[in-house]
């Protein structure tokens, strides 16, 4: 009977994080904001539900909770001010905290057959470190998805407006975005600008790389980019960043942690067997 009520609020506090984690991503995708309000509704039932099992049935966990709860918030603060987070990342992270500090043992096994020892005790990190690594794949898709354009186009990826930009922030530029019409520029808010165009004098037009897109120029990048299409002074194909939200990655972190397991632990054991 113990085992069981154990159980059923584990599995509780699992699909309480999941179901607000899904929301908050599904918001952040939308509209670019996840209101406060959210985390207002997620942080007390996370914090409650954890607080009832450690009480009951693992006092002894108690300090390891708070110990948590104070590494997962001074890393997402640090983040945030670092300009690696967004403020809804670094709320997530510690609403996790909050409530699955800990891998769900009694709930289920991850299918790499092993629980790591970061997962058992501070499981915000290991979603954080496979959030990182999925994020990680999407540039390899996306460097793929333009060379098979660029292949299949037969249009160079970078011309000789390009000419000049280094290497490394071409290569950045490939893993982050793709050539999209202007249109889909403006009319897709989520997508940013990897390039602007500066105007020198009536007949010289000089293009450059963005390899830090922000929300604070993209209208007035988008406008000048525009302008100059219009001119014929460039083609209508820009590089521009589907620019997805870190907390699609977060959750999606989440969901293989609890499914395959610790992605990093998994490659370091790997490697030394």
């Not at 309480?16 to 995708?29: C, I, K, M, Q």
């Not at 300009?83 to 992270?93: E, H, I, S, T, V």
């Not at 292949?151 to 930009?165: A, D, I, M, P, V």
């Not at 997805?244 to 790997?270: E, H, K, Q, R, Y």
Request: some cysteine; glycine content about 4%.
């Amino acid at each position: 009977m113990v085992f069981i009520l154990q159980t059923w609020i584990t599995l509780t506090r699992t699909i309480v994080t999941l179901s607000f984690l899904v929301y908050a991503s599904w918001s952040d995708y939308r509209t670019r904001e996840v209101s406060n309000t959210l985390w207002i509704f997620f942080a007390p039932p996370a914090f409650a539900l954890t607080i009832l099992e450690l009480l009951f049935y693992n006092p002894s966990m108690l300090y390891l909770y708070g110990l948590c709860f104070a590494l997962t918030s001074t890393f997402a603060i640090t983040l945030f001010y670092l300009g690696g987070f967004g403020g809804a990342d670094a709320k997530a992270l510690m609403c996790l905290a909050l409530a699955l500090p800990f891998f769900p043992e009694k709930l289920l096994t991850p299918l790499s057959g092993e629980i790591s020892i970061i997962s058992q005790n501070f499981l915000p990190f290991t979603v954080f470190s496979n959030s990182v690594i999925i994020a990680a794949a999407t540039a390899i898709y996306i460097f793929i998805r333009n060379i098979v354009w660029h292949r299949k186009s037969g249009t160079s990826l970078f011309g000789e407006s390009h000419k000049k930009e280094s290497f490394w922030r071409k290569i950045l530029v490939l893993i982050t975005g793709y050539k999209v019409p202007i249109e889909k520029l403006k009319e897709k808010w989520h997508y940013y600008p990897l390039e602007d165009v500066e105007e020198k004098s009536e007949n010289e037009l000089q293009r450059k790389l963005i390899v830090m897109p922000n929300d604070e120029e993209r209208e007035a990048i988008v406008e000048r980019l525009a302008k100059a299409i219009e001119n014929g002074k460039i083609q209508d194909m820009v590089w521009a960043s589907p620019g997805l939200p870190m907390l699609i990655f977060i959750t999606a972190g989440l969901i293989t942690a609890l499914l395959f397991g610790d992605f990093v632990w998994m490659f370091v054991s790997f490697l030394f067997r």
